[in-house]
């Protein structure tokens, strides 16, 4: 029941975000379209960037972990898919600030990433690895934003830019996605409620 009622939440915020602007959707609208209540509502999330949170995370989540993801090249062109496969998500661009799709973006392959070279690894990261980590990861959500809107980049497939992106990343980054990986990422989602 609860995983229901929370996928209940998340269906209601994407028709509303299909009829209008994010800004125009209110916790009110969601807790009316989902038919349930405020105390529901916030058992889940804390507000409607939450919401917008947890929907794209399944989204995502469900891409990496059903395509058959072998090298960071393959996960890099699946977000790439994913994200143009979703046109819902253009909107949530002119979101700004802690709570936008953009932060969202760069939280979500910020963590996954980090996950990634640990697992890889079989350690944890340093604090210079981190920040490699995170700063690669604040640019590809601007160029998932761009890439998204079209505004640039319109003539690559997701796989030449999956390759090109590859080429800029330095060799010990380059790890590839075995199966104890796959796993955690498999983890990763069942404990947000993907699978």
Known sequence: MTR?????????????????????????????RAEV??????????????????????????????????????LFATLLKQARMHPDQYAMFSTSGYNSYREFIYRYTYSIGKEIME????????DIEDFHI????AGGSKILQEWCEGKRFTHMTEEEAAREICTMIHQPYLVGLDKTVIEHLKARARENGTK
Not at 9 to 31: C, K, Q
């Open 4 to 32: 229901w009622t929370r996928e209940r939440i998340i269906h209601a915020f994407s028709e509303l975000v299909a009829e209008r602007s994010y800004d125009e959707v209110s916790v009110e609208m969601i807790l009316r």
């Open 37 to 74: 209540s405020k105390t529901t509502f916030y058992r889940y999330f804390c507000d409607k960037a939450a919401v917008m949170d947890a929907r794209f995370q399944m989204l995502y989540d469900e891409a990496v972990i059903s395509n058959d993801c072998r090298s960071l090249q393959d």
């Open 119 to 126: 697992s890889a690894w079989h350690r944890q990261v340093t």
């Open 134 to 137: 995170a700063y690669f990861c």
